[in-house]
């Protein structure tokens, strides 16, 4: 388990670390290990329906991810991990069961208060970077802070310190490397300050040596008390995870 203890060197925005510090219960029938609930999925299940065929995608899964754990999800292509990142990340709904993101139900929770939770509480590094190649680094890492409304402007410069990018803020993506582009896209997703990041395959595409930076950037980020949760099919990255959850055409095992 990771240590919770706030580090002051990260750089950004503070905003989840506060959150470590607010005692929750555990789950009925959970263990106390001292770390409340960052995340609890119960019982859900994910079917896409599509004319009459079905998909049985998410197929009754339950588990628990505890405040300042790194979870690795594996598991074969299909199996479902990207359809349970995405419904721990509040992108789409279950079709049935429930998920709870900081003890917040979220089938429970108002439009505007699932895009507030999406903004504040979650940072989601997607499997192609998903950067938008006319902005500049520094602009593509700032663009999810300004969703919303009046906010704080982001301080750009100390989030791409965290990433070793600083020196590139003015590229555009197309003059990155892959594991350069990854780390952009690792800290737009912790613009907002997100007490979890969830990350789709987040050395899918890269080389091993790339891969190892990234390894070291999400282990780094989680020792400073973020809860990080990557799918992935590295067995390096797995092996530095708290845990693993193994999904095998949508059940959970292990
Ligand atoms: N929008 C969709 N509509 C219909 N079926 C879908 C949709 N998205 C995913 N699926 C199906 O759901 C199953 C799980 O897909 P998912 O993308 O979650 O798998 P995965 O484990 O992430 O696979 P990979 O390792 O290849 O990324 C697959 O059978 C897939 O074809
Ligand atoms: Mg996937």
Request: with cysteine.
């Amino acid at each position: 388990m990771a240590s919770l203890q706030a580090r002051p060197s990260c750089g950004y925005s503070d905003g989840w670390r506060s959150l470590l510090t607010n005692p929750q219960s555990a789950a009925p029938g959970e263990p106390s290990t001292g770390a409340p609930l960052a995340v609890a999925v119960r019982g859900v299940t994910k079917v896409y329906r599509r004319g009459i065929e079905e998909v049985r995608a998410i197929d009754d899964v339950t588990f628990d991810i505890r405040r300042g754990e790194f979870l690795a999800i594996t598991g074969h292509s299909g199996a479902g991990k990207t359809t349970l990142l995405q419904l721990i990340g509040a992108m789409d709904t279950p079709t049935s069961g429930s998920i709870l993101i900081n003890g917040h139900e979220l089938a429970d929770m108002q439009d505007s208060k699932l895009t507030r939770l999406r903004r504040d509480e979650i940072g989601f590094v997607f499997q192609h970077f998903g950067l938008l190649p006319t902005l500049t680094v520094a602009e593509n890492v700032a663009l999810p802070a300004s969703f919303g409304g009046k906010r704080k402007p982001p301080d750009v410069k100390a989030l791409l310190e965290r990433v070793s990018l600083q020196h590139r803020m003015t590229h555009r993506p197309s003059e990155l490397s892959g594991g350069e582009m990854q780390r952009v896209a690792i800290a737009r997703a912790l613009v907002n300050g997100p007490s979890l990041l969830l990350a789709d395959e987040p050395t899918g595409n890269l080389d091993s040596g790339t891969s190892e930076r990234i390894i070291d950037l999400l282990q780094s980020l989680n020792g400073d008390g973020l809860t990080v949760v990557v799918v992935t099919h590295n067995e390096a990255l797995a092996a530095k995870s708290d845990r693993r959850l193994l999904l095998r055409d949508g059940k959970a095992e292990g």
